[in-house]
């Protein structure tokens, strides 16, 4: 599979679009043109192990660069845990994405990307990752003891949490976090000035796990082709998968699944209360908000996605297909919390609320046009980690996992440093050597 920039044509292989995160050119790597992969997964059964099918098809992703033995290996290096799906009546399934070591769908692409990376790269490369929140912990546990990385992660001002102190640098490991005196914007420019500064990029041989890197992203699509393989006997309707929605990386993974040939009727771009990028998919125009309402969902609360560039991709080629294809909802904190209390007491289960927020777009949708279909709606957080707030609405006690219990200690960084490069390269050849 090639790899072009959202902005021109120049083509390049899947290995180097996540060994660069972005084109220069300020874009976003997109599939030149996408497979058809349907010969690898419409024969799996509900039996199929999660490690089985991403092997089968990342192949076609490394076309030249991955046999099927070495897709495995990566495969199974990389996951050691696995989506769940549960259908919960004749209308609703949820997919389950939690169940990584930060309980968050994004420790999905991270692991995936960490274990390629190591397969495909022979020399010493170093890995730069602005983090905030749990992702620096992903970040971290998917790269600890990779052979020939370092994982450079850098946080912004304020409390740094979750990290195993074992496996950083100076005890041996190959992490570094790095704390900068600034915000995560800060962490973002600095990242893009080292990668363009050629001095630099080339003496440590220098990458980006940032989110927006299509070795994140694409692994996303695996799980869609997943749910479809273990609910393909059970469900006669159409599928439909309701999405929660911030930058909307999970969304356009949904929608390549969609292109590798996932039999799939429609997408529910699920939006909490900033929901501007809705006028987007109904063909309005699009005017974002300058700063995002606080809701209870958070990882939602964005006011102009980062894969603005991708989506608009896909209806610049084909927009009537498209506005047949995703349709945005937008769930209200009060609703969010009336879902919660009705998941639980309708299904027994428990929503974490961006979850929540999925759930209930997916039934305003059927309210407003039941078409037969079945909705998969993507639980992307754990409950566990809003476990006060689901708690009190439910009623029922929660038990956190003892990782998440560690996700609250407090590390201190290898390094605090200003926000500016050069401090970055000497606190890095500091701890690097
Ligand atoms: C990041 C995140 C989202 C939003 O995902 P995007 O890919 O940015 O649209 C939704 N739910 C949770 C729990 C998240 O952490």
Redesign the pocket.
């Known amino acids: 599979m090639l790899f072009k920039s959202t902005r021109s044509d120049d083509t390049v292989s899947f290995k180097k679009a996540i060994l660069k995160g972005c084109p220069l050119d300020g874009g976003l790597f997109i599939p030149a043109s996408v497979p058809d992969m349907r010969q690898f997964f419409l024969y799996m059964d509900s039996g199929t192990v999660y490690t089985e099918l991403v092997s089968a098809i990342s192949p076609s992703f490394l076309e030249g660069d991955v046999n099927p033995i070495v897709a495995a290996r990566v495969a199974e290096s990389a996951f050691d845990f696995e989506p769940e799906v549960q259908q919960l009546d004749e209308k609703f399934s949820i997919l389950k994405l939690?169940n990584g070591p930060t309980g968050?769908?994004?420790d999905f692409g991270i692991a995936f990307l960490a274990a390629i990376i190591e397969e495909l790269n022979n020399d010493k490369v170093m890995v730069l990752t602005a983090a905030r929140h749990d992702t620096g912990v992903s970040i971290a546990r998917a790269f600890r003891g990779r052979k020939n990385i370092t994982a450079v992660i850098l946080y912004p001002s304020g409390p740094i949490r979750g990290l195993d102190e074992s496996v950083f640098v100076q005890n041996g490991g190959n992490i570094i976090p790095i704390q900068i005196k600034g915000y995560f914007d800060d962490c973002q420019r600095i990242i893009r000035s080292a990668m363009l500064d050629r001095g630099f990029a080339e003496r440590y041989n220098i990458t980006s796990a940032n989110?927006v890197n299509v070795g994140r992203l694409l692994p996303?699509a695996f799980y869609y082709l997943y749910a479809f393989v273990k609910l393909k006997k059970s469900i006669a309707d159409d599928l439909v998968f309701s999405?929660?929605?911030?930058?909307?990386?999970?969304?356009?993974?949904g929608l390549y699944a969609w292109k590798f040939g996932l039999p799939v009727h429609g997408f529910i771009a699920a939006m909490n209360a900033n929901n501007s990028f809705g006028d987007f998919f109904s063909g309005r125009t699009f005017n974002p908000a300058l700063t995002p309402l606080i809701t209870n969902?958070p990882?939602?609360d964005?006011c102009y996605?980062?894969?603005y560039e991708r989506m608009f991709s896909f209806y610049q080629e084909s927009p009537a297909v498209m506005r047949n294809m995703v349709f945005s909802e937008a769930v209200d904190d009060t609703t969010t919390i009336k879902t919660i209390r009705s998941a639980w007491e309708k299904f027994g289960i428990l929503l974490?609320p961006?979850?929540a927020v999925a759930f209930a777009a997916a039934e305003q949708a059927f309210a407003e046009k039941d078409n037969g279909s079945h909705c998969v709606v993507l639980a992307?957080?754990h409950p566990a980690?809003f476990a006060d707030f689901v708690s009190r609405i439910t009623g029922q006690n929660i038990t956190i996992p003892q990782e998440f219990a560690m996700l609250k200690n407090i590390s201190k960084p290898t390094a605090l440093i200003p926000a500016e490069l050069d401090a970055l390269e000497s606190s890095i050849a500091a701890a690097a050597g």
């Open positions: 939690y968050v769908f994004k989110a996303q999405v929660p929605c911030g930058n909307f990386g999970n969304l356009i993974a969902s990882a939602m964005v996605p980062s894969n974490n961006h979850s992307t957080g980690k």
